[in-house]
């Protein structure tokens, strides 16, 4: 492993021409969402509009349709073929193939659950979608045992692992993972050349040559469904034409600032993920001044 270089800077938005439109400013395509997991789609769909996203469409399950879609009137739905289970059929492939064709950047993986076939179209659809990518949660969990298919030429994969989603794909234990956070990171960053995001205490951010060490966020956003706004913001952030590093890092920033904001309104105790929505505005100001 070379020595990694120590990235401190944060990086910020252009700012927007006067005559933009929301095509200038990102589609954004959500693949997530379950039976019973409905929250995860609402919540980073959510999260990309407060980001800055143009445009956001979110492809689900067709059980779920009316409850991502009176979640937020801003972004619009795309209805997909669903299993016995609630869960995105393998049926799904094309439809989604064509949906990521026709956006700038594609988020896979919030509250998409967990199955034989659904594993297979994710490997499927990440390594044929010559589209930028986050990959989050069950999407992640989808890749272990064959985390080679998360390389796609060309077109940039960030991954947002907690330690246990790590020490999967990994196929190791998440003490192991915790004792060598940076060097695991950076390791898996430069073998699969993606961007990893190891999320906890210290978010690292990493592309295998350079590493950041996230300071903002607080123990309040251990509480469900804050990792779904986190990948709706770095996708929003690819979508603005920040590099895939820089979207990760300012994503993990803004998240965290996010978080330490609502803490520093409503205390630790009862912040919950839909609080993060609330801040985002207030922390992306903050940080573009």
Not at 1 to 24: C, F, Q
Not at 47 to 55: F, P, S, T
Not at 273 to 278: R, W
């Amino acid at each position: 492993m070379n020595i990694l270089e120590v990235v401190t800077a944060l990086p910020t938005l252009p700012p927007r021409a006067p005559d933009s439109h929301k095509g200038d400013c990102g589609r954004v395509l959500v693949v997530a969402g379950s039976r019973g997991m409905s929250g995860a789609a609402v919540l980073c769909a959510s999260a990309a509009l407060r980001a800055g996203a143009g445009l956001v469409k979110v492809a689900i399950p067709a059980g779920i349709l009316p409850i991502v879609a009176a979640g937020n009137a801003c972004y619009t739905t795309a209805l997909l073929r669903q299993d016995a289970e609630g869960r995105i059929a393998a049926a799904a492939l094309p439809a989604l193939m064509r949906l990521g064709q026709a956006h700038d950047v594609v988020a896979i993986g919030p509250g998409l659950d967990r199955g034989p076939e659904l594993s297979a179209l994710l490997a499927e659809l990440a390594g044929k979608t010559p589209r930028p990518m986050v990959i989050d949660a069950d999407g992640l969990n989808a890749f272990a045992g064959q985390s080679e298919k998360l390389r796609c030429e060309g077109s940039p994969r960030i991954i947002t692992p907690h330690p246990g989603e790590f020490a999967r794909l990994l196929q190791t234990d998440v003490q192991s993972v915790q004792t060598r956070r940076r060097d695991l990171a950076a390791e898996f960053a430069q073998s699969h050349a993606c961007i990893v995001v190891l999320k906890g205490r210290g978010t690292i951010v990493t592309d295998g040559r350079r590493i950041y060490e996230n300071t903002t966020g607080n123990p309040g956003m251990a509480t469900g469904g804050t990792g779904d706004v986190l990948t709706g913001v770095i996708a929003a952030l690819l979508g603005q034409r920040l590099s895939a590093f820089e979207a990760a890092q300012l994503g993990v920033y803004l998240h965290g600032k996010a978080g330490d904001l609502a803490r520093d309104q409503i205390g630790e105790v009862s912040l919950i993920a839909t609080d993060l929505l609330d801040f985002l505005p207030p922390a992306i100001c903050q940080a573009q001044k």
